[in-house]
């Protein structure tokens, strides 16, 4: 692969690292029934976290895919919610603020060194088209 299209890869990957966190992040409130309890009927169920599975190919550049988080949910004790069960417990997403900062953390780094290295291979080539005419 080339330098320009293994740093493209990168850039996707860690837009994707952002995309995926914010969802978890905006959605951490987003509780709903836990499996299975008598008045679950009518709710939506609790936000699904996702997370991303990047990994590198072979010659060069990474793959980000999306997967979910498993176990999907944790009990959280809310009695007023109206899906909760006869312990008041709901299903709240398992999401990880200090794992989600990480993330953004990452994402943002990441694509800063990509988008460096397309700026320096940029750089490169117009020297070499420079030294040519």
């Not at 009927?41 to 997967?67: C, E, H, I, S």
């Not at 999401?95 to 700026?119: C, G, M, P, S």
């Not at 750089?123 to 420079?130: A, G, I, P």
Request: overall charge neutral; aromatic content about 6%.
């Amino acid at each position: 692969m080339s330098t320009l299209s293994i740093a493209t890869s990168g850039l996707a990957a860690a837009s994707l690292r952002l995309q995926v966190s914010a969802n978890n992040v905006a959605n951490i409130s987003s509780t709903g029934p836990l499996p299975g309890a008598p008045n679950a009927g009518g709710f939506p169920p609790a936000y699904v976290p996702q997370r991303l599975n990047q990994v590198d190919v072979a010659g060069g550049g990474t793959v980000a895919t999306v997967g979910t988080v498993s176990p999907s949910f944790v009990s959280q004790f809310d009695p007023s919610a109206p899906f909760a069960d006869k312990n008041g417990l709901v299903a709240a997403p398992n999401v990880d603020l200090a794992n989600e900062i990480v993330q953004q953390i990452t994402a943002r780094l990441e694509f800063a060194f990509n988008a460096k290295v397309i700026q320096t291979e940029s750089e490169k080539l117009k020297t070499l088209l420079d030294i040519k005419v």
